[in-house]
């Protein structure tokens, strides 16, 4: 039976990090005192549901969470300082931390520490989120104890809601652009003039003008997306935006 620590302390743990290709140790008490934390963990870096859903929905969210009193989001895991290193770097996650709790200490000190040797994980964490204010525990989030890797509770819209059910989410923008493209740079400076956030995606050999085509329509960049609505290129991002 996993428990719910509302009320409590986060357990007094010492965490082995990497960083600048050296050892450092990072206490709670940096992680946590003094500020509110929301805290999400995982079965495994690299792991489907975590890699496309999990990790991805809290940084996408990172700058509401901010706006809304938040001032840090780590992504925990029972893995190691390298894979954790490897995995921030592959899902490009700047506006999280992830901590490696590689020897399970944090994890077994929430409760959550799990057997998952039928997958040849060893001990891994159950997946729950959790809102932490000066190493205090006010409110989490565990995932049902079913079968298999359930994902209904610990993501980040359902967190967000609790902390803040008016918080307004971000666009969605995704922009086609192409190297040297004069209205693909006019777009993404209008953009980023109005501190909008954005994934671009170039054309070069993974995506090709017949991709831009098959989605679009059209075969020019820029190609400007909002919550999934195509605008169009740089003069209708323009109009769209009103910078005329």
């Not at 409760?111 to 039928?118: F, I, T």
């Not at 059910?165 to 040297?180: N, R, W, Y």
């Amino acid at each position: 039976m996993l428990s719910n620590r509302e009320g409590q302390k986060v357990p007094n743990v010492t965490f082995r990090t990497r960083q600048n290709n050296e050892w450092k140790d990072v206490t709670t008490a940096d992680l946590f005192a003094g500020k509110t934390v929301v805290v999400f963990s995982l079965p495994g870096a690299f792991t489907p549901t975590c890699s496309s859903t999990h990790l991805p929905g809290y940084n996408e969210l990172a700058k509401v969470f901010r706006e809304n009193g938040v001032d840090d989001i780590i992504c925990m895991s029972v893995n190691d300082a390298f894979v954790m290193n490897e995995w921030a770097k592959s899902q490009e996650v700047a506006n999280l931390t992830l901590i490696p709790d590689g020897n399970g200490e944090f994890t077994e000190g929430m409760g959550m520490l799990v057997d998952k040797a039928d997958l040849g994980f060893g001990k891994r964490s159950w997946r729950y989120s959790m809102l932490v204010k000066d190493g205090v525990v006010e409110k989490m989030f565990i995932e049902p104890e079913e079968p298999g890797d359930p994902f209904k509770v610990s993501d980040a819209q359902t967190m967000l809601h609790y902390i803040n059910p008016q918080a307004v989410k971000p666009t969605l923008i995704s922009l086609f652009t192409k190297v040297g493209c004069p209205f693909c740079a006019r777009a993404k400076t209008m953009l980023q003039e109005r501190g909008l956030d954005y994934e671009e995606i170039v054309l070069g050999k993974e995506i090709t003008t017949r991709s831009l085509r098959a989605v679009t329509g059209g075969t020019t960049v820029p190609q400007v997306f909002m919550d999934g609505k195509l605008i169009g290129g740089s003069e209708e991002l323009a109009a769209y935006l009103g910078a005329g």
